[in-house]
């Protein structure tokens, strides 16, 4: 399990996210170092409130780096001004905070502990539906946690994902190690049948589904997209992580899926859905990927055009087998993960522009933002920021038609109508 270190800096809502960012790190199985030497990763969620606080913040991020941990830099000045911390000669991983869990997790599968129950956090409810995988990749540590998939009755979920709307949520989380193979241990891939009963439940709340890989979607991928259209209750959202555009990589990183098994659930999903968010994982860097493979890779990412993409530089996970492998080198991982990382924000950018001067009804506010914003999810769980929400008299828990007036490559900004 990976070891981390995590600074803050700036307002509340920093403090928010690295609040999420830790809780995602030790439901992934990783825990707090006591410092940063101690650490695998460290992780700066900074601000740029005045220019006296970017020169701390740049001060800072050289001092992170100078110890033996990879470095992530996240917040405001981040998102802002993330070539300040190159020209600086600053390496690090330049991420949004939501990105930061899974790129420390390095492509391996969340890990929630063997008691984990459903969580009510604000109108937010986190329902773990099943632990463990079916999987048994090359990279990941966490598989010697968690063991094989172990699905309790989709009854049971369902009467938990009652109570947690009963409680006051207004969105279901579903999460696991691996959502798509849910059932697989009892002969049946259940999570169509579970979305389905999940979202006739009665009240006013929206269901996003958690991590599913590729080859256990593939499998149920036209039960599971005719669920998605059926049901305006569910997000239009699918985190399906490739890892890699190369057969070959996959291989060695013992993916179940092959490349083309990825395009035809995307493919399937294109077909019954007008408007949805394709969520997916890169790893760049894996010992065995060539200058061909990666270049495959880049191809997949501008063929599928994926709506969120968490890119993650490969590191080595002791007891794992890619870690007996010989290593990439580092600049060689910068400059492939600079590349993707360039791509990608033209993808994405792309696609929240798309967003400008359209409406997207009965969108939830999901959390309080920056100051005296909320942040919104439409229906394709793509995040649009409200400025001004107490003026509008909105908060979390409501739903709202919003106009979509601009973009900041991974989120809209908008105004409730």
Not at 223 to 244: G, I, R, T
């Amino acid at each position: 399990m990976a070891r981390y270190h995590i600074e803050t800096y700036g307002c509340t809502s920093n403090q928010g996210e690295s609040r999420y960012i830790e809780q995602a790190l030790r439901d992934g199985g990783h825990y707090r170092a006591e410092g940063p030497e101690d650490a695998d990763v460290a992780i700066l969620n900074t601000c740029t409130v005045i220019e006296k606080t970017e020169r701390n913040m740049i001060r800072r991020a050289e001092e992170l780096q100078s110890t033996t941990a990879d470095l992530i830099v996240t917040g405001c000045m981040a998102l802002a001004q993330g070539e300040e911390f190159e020209d600086a000669g600053i390496d690090a991983q330049i991420l949004h905070w939501d990105e930061v869990p899974t790129a420390v997790l390095n492509g391996e599968c969340p890990t929630p502990t063997p008691d984990s129950k459903p969580i009510l956090d604000g109108v937010i409810g986190i329902l773990p539906i099943a632990r463990g995988c079916m999987s048994n990749c090359s990279y990941c540590i966490t598989k010697f946690a968690t063991g094989k998939i172990d699905s309790p009755p989709v009854e049971e979920n369902v009467r938990k994902a009652r109570a947690l709307v009963h409680a006051g949520a207004k969105e279901i989380r579903i999460t696991g190690q691996d959502t798509g193979v849910y059932g697989w241990d009892k002969g049946e891939r259940q999570l169509h049948t579970l979305l389905d009963e999940i979202c006739q439940i009665e009240g006013d709340f929206r269901v996003r589904v958690g991590m599913a890989n590729p080859k256990g979607v593939h499998g149920i991928q036209d039960e599971l997209a005719e669920v998605f259209a059926k049901h305006d209750k569910l997000y239009n959202f699918l985190h399906a992580p490739v890892q890699s555009g190369s057969n070959d990589v996959l291989g060695d990183m013992r993916r179940q899926h092959q490349v083309e098994e990825y395009v035809e659930v995307v493919e399937t999903f294109d077909d019954h859905l007008d408007y949805w968010t394709l969520s997916t994982d890169f790893i760049v860097g894996f010992p065995t990927e060539t200058d061909a493979d990666h270049q495959m890779s880049m191809a997949l990412l501008r063929e599928t055009r994926p709506e969120k993409v968490n890119i993650t530089r490969f590191s080595k996970r002791p007891g794992t087998d890619a870690a007996k492998l010989k290593g990439l080198g580092g600049t060689l991982k910068k400059e492939r993960s600079k590349e993707m990382s360039t791509a990608k924000h033209e993808i994405v950018g792309e696609a929240y522009e798309e967003m400008v001067g359209t409406v997207q009804r009965d969108c939830l506010v999901v959390e309080q933002g920056t100051g005296d914003s909320v942040k919104c999810r439409d229906g394709a769980y793509r995040q649009i920021i409200v400025q001004n929400a107490s003026e509008h008299g909105i908060e979390p828990g409501d739903f709202v038609d919003v106009e979509v007036t601009g973009q900041q490559t991974v989120y809209a900004f908008g105004k409730p109508l």
